[in-house]
């Protein structure tokens, strides 16, 4: 490692950038495109044009909130209800981005450098970055995370635009498949990366509160599950906390 | 179903898509290491916003579209349940996790005759 220090530190920017660029072979990024191919049949069997999906992957980029996205749009709900219950999936973004931006700048990095960079962040180049971004030289970091999160919107937009054409035709096992491997990678990649215990409370009673307010009221089920759930988990953990404090 | 014609629906994925995630990912670069990442309001808020994420995990396992719509709920649950005893057994590792549920659905898909 100590002998290829100097020949990294001595790496253009261009050289930084496609060496984040490379990141795209990694199991994250492979997975995360097997979601899209996912979400892909998700949007064909929803009727959403190919133009509106290739927009969508760019423009939304992090998968949970177009899955919600799509959900309203097939339940017809309105810009309202649509923009609500997506601002609500999203906020666990804010935290997120607010951990790594620390790692990314130098005293000399401007903010709008920051806010254009802010639109790649979602659950897989967040884990990425988070992980590979503390070997990277820090004048280099955000050099090097552009280069991943660019290449990986860029290759799942082609991707997108390629497979939409493929998965109304693909046998039923298969499509069924990348229908499943949406929900199967979002409980995994949770799971994985959560870092606070209350995350683990809130996934579990999140899990029972869906279908639960779905049987009580169809109409606002996310939103219901999301802030009765949430709250519940948080209150609980909360308790909990207090309890163990208190006997230490 | 007025809302896929024109520019309609990229207004529409503009603003209930685009502002609705970015706001949060601007307000991130804002807080930046101002944040307090230990204050018990952002605690809430990451509770509400997992439990909310999973209620749609949630409704994908047992409300599915298209294929899987005639799946049977049993073979749905069942390959989460097997995909999270392999994730727990190999340390936590999402591909494994990831790969036996998958596995498990097809075949039982299979075997059901898809």
Redesign the interface.
């Known amino acids: 490692m100590d002998s290829t220090n100097r020949i990294e530190e001595e790496r253009s920017p261009l050289g930084w950038f496609l060496a984040g660029a490379r990141g795209i072979f990694s199991l994250p990024a492979i997975i995360l495109m097997l979601s899209f191919v996912g979400f892909c049949s998700l949007t064909v069997q929803a009727g959403i044009p190919l133009a509106q999906v290739v927009f969508m992957t760019g423009i939304v980029w992090a998968l949970p909130a177009k899955v919600i996205l799509v959900s309203s749009i097939l339940s017809s709900a309105s810009l309202a209800t649509a923009f609500l219950a997506v601002t609500l999936s999203s906020v666990r973004l804010m935290p997120m981005v607010a951990a790594l931006v620390p790692e990314l700048r130098t005293p000399k990095t401007p903010t709008w450098l920051l806010l254009v960079l802010s639109h790649f962040i979602a659950i897989t180049a967040w884990v990425f970055a988070m992980e590979r971004v503390p070997a990277v030289p820090r004048q280099h970091r955000a050099t090097f995370f552009a280069g991943f999160g660019i290449t990986l919107v860029a290759a799942n937009m082609a991707l997108v635009g390629i497979v939409y054409r493929l998965v109304a035709d693909f046998p039923p096992i298969v499509a069924g498949c990348l229908f499943f491997l949406t929900p199967v990678y979002f409980l995994a990649s949770i799971w994985n990366s959560a870092r606070h215990p209350v995350v683990y409370a809130a996934l579990a009673i999140g899990l029972v509160a869906g279908p639960l307010c779905y049987w009580i009221a169809p109409e606002f089920d996310i939103l219901l599950a999301g802030l009765g759930g949430g709250t519940l988990a948080w209150a609980g953990e909360r308790l909990w906390r207090s309890r163990r404090e208190k006997s230490a | ?1 007025s ?2 014609d024109g520019w309609w ?2 207004a ?22 101002r ?1 307090r ?1 230990d204050s ?1 309001a ?27 719509a005639q ?1 049977p709920l049993w073979l ?1 649950l069942g ?2 349940v097997l ?2 005893i392999v ?1 727990f057994a190999a340390r ?1 590792k ?2 494994a ?2 790969a036996s ?2 596995a498990a ?2 075949a039982g ?2 075997w059901l005759g ?1």
Not at chain 2, 12 to 21: H, P, Q, R, V
Request: proline share 3%; no cysteine; charged share 10%.
């Open positions: 179903m809302w896929m629906a990229y529409f994925i503009a603003i209930a898509g685009w502002l609705a995630t970015d706001i949060w990912r601007w307000l991130g670069v804002l807080a930046g290491n944040l990442d018990e952002l605690n809430w808020v990451r509770a509400v916003a997992t439990a909310l994420v999973a209620a749609v995990i949630a409704k994908l396992i047992l409300y599915p579209t298209g294929v899987l799946s749905r390959s989460v995909g999270a994730f936590q999402p591909a996790g990831i549920a998958i659905l097809a898909l299979w898809f």
